[in-house]
């Protein structure tokens, strides 16, 4: 996709698809020199996820998240007529793209299980799939603002640790 779109009446610049998820398209923008994110909120039907309001939870997850100190873009703008949001564009290598390349560093696990350190007690998950988080200067960002209750089989000793890794999981899915 290429052409601009509109944020609160600011255009963006889109520069190309970044990835599309259970909410969501993410796209690579310019405005003014400075590269950002815009997210558009669909609203496809998903199988194994229900969904309430959107935008709402994208705001709330946000403020959660950041709340507790997950490492994650900042949030510069919402439109909630047009459901788009704004965030800081962190540029890097996906943990998805660098457990193909085999070149996942242990410091990102480490960093993960730090994060679930925070919010475990906080009584929440995040999606763990690789795809979520991006190493940049050696810090590792969670890249969406999905959050969900804590449920045991969903953590990631359970669940996301089987994607972070060259496992059946991660190779047939």
């Not at 052409?3 to 003014?32: F, P, W």
């Not at 925070?118 to 988080?133: E, H, R």
């Amino acid at each position: 996709m290429s052409g601009t779109m509109l944020v609160n009446d600011k255009e963006y610049e889109i520069q190309r698809l970044l990835g599309k998820g259970k909410g969501g398209y993410s796209y690579l923008a310019e405005r003014n020199g400075k590269y950002v994110v815009v997210k558009q909120i669909h609203h496809e039907p998903c199988s194994y996820y229900q969904f309430g309001n959107k935008m709402e939870a994208e705001l709330n997850d946000y403020r959660r998240l950041r709340k507790i100190g997950i490492p994650m873009p900042e949030l510069f703008d919402a439109d909630m007529e047009r459901e788009r949001l704004v965030k800081e564009y962190i540029a890097g290598d996906t943990v998805y793209e660098l457990v193909q390349k085999d070149a996942l560093p242990r410091t990102c696990l480490d960093q993960i299980r730090e994060m679930c350190r925070l919010l475990y007690p906080a009584g929440m998950n995040i999606d763990y799939y690789p795809t979520n988080f991006i190493l940049q200067d050696g810090i590792l960002y969670y890249v969406d603002y999905e959050c969900n209750s804590y449920m045991e089989e969903w953590n990631f000793e359970n669940w996301g640790v089987k994607y972070w890794s060259k496992t059946q999981e991660f190779l047939f899915r």
